[in-house]
Nanobody, 114 residues
Framework: QVQFVESGGDLVQPGGSLRLSCAVS????????MGWFRQVPGSQREFVAR???????YYGSSVQGRFSISRDGAKNTVYLQMNSLKPEDTAVYYC????????WGQGTQVTVSS
């Protein structure tokens, strides 16, 4: 059974950092391109970052240079390091296979506010 368990979200001040984790079960995170996505209530889910074959990474324009995605095959976990956080980064963050999506996990709430 495929399952994504996101964690690490918190309330943080602007300019701060957080590291999100996504523990995956049901398949190997190294077998697929994996992505992080985020969603604000009332808006569509937004692409944040992707890690593909050879650990090649891609980022949404709004997070380029501030966020970093990685994965650990031994722990079957995907990470998102978020630096220089801004209030507009506030959202629920989800991980999933980049494409096609599987069933979504519960996500983890990130709130950036002073």
């Amino acid at each position: 059974q495929v399952q994504f368990v996101e964690s690490g979200g918190d309330l943080v001040q602007p300019g701060g950092s957080l590291r999100l984790s996504c523990a995956v079960s049901g398949f190997s995170v190294t077998a697929y391109s994996m992505g992080w996505f985020r969603q604000v209530p009332g808006s569509q889910r937004e692409f944040v970052a992707r890690v593909g074959p050879g650990a090649i990474t891609y980022y949404g324009s709004s997070v380029q240079g501030r966020f970093s995605i990685s994965r650990d095959g031994a722990k079957n976990t995907v990470y998102l390091q978020m630096n220089s956080l801004k209030p507009e980064d506030t959202a629920v963050y989800y991980c999933n296979v980049f494409s096609p999506w599987r069933s979504w996990g519960q996500g983890t709430q990130v709130t950036v506010s002073s």
